[in-house]
């Protein structure tokens, strides 16, 4: 199509460029009646007159304000139509926008936050939540080491979603589990008796709260409570012997579902 003005007019071309919209929209407009060309060529081209461009300047303005084109027609061709009360409820809609986009950009930071440094507590909630012998850089140390799994990720989605409350309630069920471990070590409990089974099952449904945690993956970490040294103190802290126990009842429960501990892989 020629871009060129003829008979007073502005092609579409030359109004696709003056107002900042595309050529498909015009023809769009064009066809359902919202803004139709005044003139035409000889050779049927559409002519846009001054009157024509006001009235699409208007389109353009409406439709950057979120009205839809229904409604633009409304407010343009209705005489009684209430254009204050249309641009009220579209203002109202777009403060519903905003408030959304405020709490998506919250969500975000809290994401990135946990991503970063784990649980979204302060060093005095972290120990008012997992008691006074609660390291604040252990998370950071994790991350470090742990950063790019599949798993930290996981850890990380909860962190981001959980209150101090929750974050209490996941501390009270470990100490729960804890105490129900010692409880059994001194009962006499041995690897592979129902209750050491049970207790297996416990401790994967307690771990959920930072990540799922398979058979096998739950082999790896029984090692890591026996022979490191921080998770060893831990739990010989509560009952001496306790990691070394905890360990064989992981890998008679493993066992048990046909996984040798031996062989077993984070996975």
Sequence with gaps: MPDTTDAGGLTVGQVSARLGVTVRALHHWDETGLARPSLRTAAGYRLYTAAD???LHRVVVYRELGLGLDRIRAVLDDPAADVPGALRAQRAQVAERIERLRQLDAGLGRMI????????LSAGQQAAVFGPGWNADWPL????RYGDTRQWQ???ERSAARSPQEWQEVADDVAGFE?????????????????????????????????????????CLGRRYETDPGFAAHYDGIRPGL??????VI?????????????????
Excluded: C, K, N, S
């Excluded at 936050?113 to 979204?120: I, K, N, S, T």
């Excluded at 990691?243 to 064989?248: D, E, I, P, Y």
């Design 251 to 267: 890998d008679a429960g493993a066992r048990a579902h046909g996984i040798d501990p031996d062989t077993a892989t984070w996975e």
């Design 53 to 55: 461009l006001e009235r």
């Design 141 to 144: 140390q994790a991350r470090r």
């Design 113 to 120: 936050d946990a991503h970063e440094r784990g649980p979204l």
């Design 154 to 156: 996981q850890y990380a």
């Design 179 to 219: 105490r129900a471990l010692a409880e059994a070590m001194d009962a006499g409990v041995a690897p592979g008796d129902p209750e050491a089974d049970r207790l297996v099952e416990r401790h994967r449904e307690v771990f959920t709260a930072y990540f799922p945690l398979t058979r096998r993956m739950q082999v």
């Design 243 to 248: 990691a070394a126990w905890f360990r064989r």
